[in-house]
């Protein structure tokens, strides 16, 4: 099993918006729900969003109403399109399965959002 890839963070103002984009293997993609996480620095790792094979969504209180996240099933990839970005959405985001596979972490993306 190889680690999924992500792709799309920067630099972005408070406000701004980003797109993330994970290529996910096909296995993966086709059995499991898939889910967007991330890292802050000195923090644990947290669950942001996730859906299943069935288009079903769900989101972490902090950023509901905020991103949106959607399975593509002709490539295989999973994105997080983010909006009204605040500081504290700062982070390394990483995509893989829900629960998560231990094989499948990637090196993420990283995502800055300025004042």
């Known amino acids: 099993q190889a680690p999924q890839l992500e792709s799309g963070g920067g630099l972005v103002q408070a406000g701004g918006s980003l797109r993330l984009s994970c290529a996910a293997s096909r296995r993966i993609f086709t059995l499991d729900t898939m889910a967007w996480y991330r890292q802050a620095p000195g923090k644990q790792r947290e669950l942001v969003a996730s859906?299943?094979?069935?288009?079903?969504?769900n989101y972490a209180e902090s950023v509901k109403g905020r991103f949106t996240i959607s399975r593509h099933g002709a490539n295989m990839t999973v994105s997080l399109q983010m909006s009204g970005l605040k500081p504290e959405d700062t982070a390394v985001y990483y995509c893989?399965?829900?629960?998560?596979?231990?094989?499948?972490w990637g090196q993420g993306t990283q995502v800055t959002v300025s004042t």
């Open positions: 893989n399965s829900n629960p998560p596979n231990r094989f499948l």
């Open positions: 859906i299943n094979r069935r288009g079903s969504e």
